[in-house]
Every structure is written in C-alpha cells, then in structure tokens.
C-alpha cells in the first residue's frame, strides 16, 4: 500500500490523529489477528494483513522519530529512518521516509510479499485441482467396483442357469 504519512497509517489502522504509541499496538494485535493468512483462508486476506503491518511498521519509525527530535532516544550516527513530520505538526515540505536505498527496500519487500501471495494463490489453486482429480479418481473407482460386482453377479446367474440346463437335460437323458 506505501503509506504517505502517519495520519494516513492511523486512519488505515482505524485511529484517530491523536493516538499514541500503545493505541496503535492494541490496535494492531486486535486486527493483526482476525487478518492473519492462517486464521481467514480468504485469499483478500493476506494483502490486509502486510497492509496491517506497514501501517504498523510506518507508525513505530514515525514515533521513534518524534522521540529522537524530543531527545528521548539517543540518535544514531546514520538513522535507517529520517525522522518524519506530520499528525498536525508544522511541515516544511513534503514528509520523506528514509533514503532512496530504504524506499526501494520497501519497494523490494512489497514485490516480494506480492510474489508470495501469489505464489500461495496457485498453490492453494493446484491443491484444489488435485483434491478434485482425487476425488474423481475415487468415484471412477467405485464405478469400476460397482460395475464388476454387476458382472459377476450376471456371470454368476449365467453359470446358474446353464447349470440348470445341464442338469436338467442330463436328468432328461438318463
């Protein structure tokens, strides 16, 4: 999705602009959950949840930012994330997130994280075609089982009356 600023991010995770840092992790555990991959099979589902993620992810570099402006937290030589402005802050241009190696990194993670849904797409597809191949191979072989049965059923009532006939034109003879 690429978020563009943090009140985008917290509208996405369905918060308002004023929302803190533990607002915005009880907000991301409670979705997190019901958009998991595993617990809804729903194949819309994973890109929420990475969505959900980036959100969450966008958000935690934006106040890691702010606490390194207030002097919270002590400020690496060479920050992976320029620290970000927004959320009703006086901005001097537009918000930039990190350098072009971190934009496309992201880039590079979302193309991946495309290529993995859509390669659990097409397995999920071919599982299901098989599962179906399964299933008609089972019913061709209970098809088979039944019409054998049939047969020798018939070829037993056959064996039957020529049996019969046997018997009764040797009774006949004697």
């Known amino acids: 999705m690429g978020f563009s600023s943090a009140k985008e991010a917290l509208f996405f995770l369905g918060l308002t602009e004023k929302a803190g840092r533990e607002q915005v992790k009880t907000a991301y555990k409670e979705q997190i959950k019901a ?31 702010l606490d390194r402006l207030a002097g919270k937290v002590s400020v690496n030589p060479q920050p992976s994330v320029a620290p970000m402005q927004g959320m009703g802050r006086a901005s001097s241009g537009p918000v930039v997130f990190g350098s072009k190696k971190d934009i496309s990194n992201l880039t590079f993670q979302r193309k991946v ?18 599962k179906e191949n399964f299933n008609k191979q089972v019913e061709q072989c209970k098809a088979d089982k039944a019409y054998e049965e049939a047969m020798t059923k018939i070829h037993a009532a056959r064996a039957a009356e020529v049996t019969a006939q046997i018997i009764e034109a040797y009774l006949k003879g004697k």
Do not use: C, F, I
């Open 35 to 65: 958009y998991h991959p595993d617990a809804n099979p729903n194949h819309e589902t994973p890109w929420q949840y990475y969505d959900l993620q980036e959100a969450y992810e966008y958000l935690m570099n934006y106040y890691d930012g």
């Open 113 to 130: 994280r495309a290529d993995h849904v859509q390669q659990e797409k097409r397995s999920k597809e071919r599982a299901k075609k098989e």
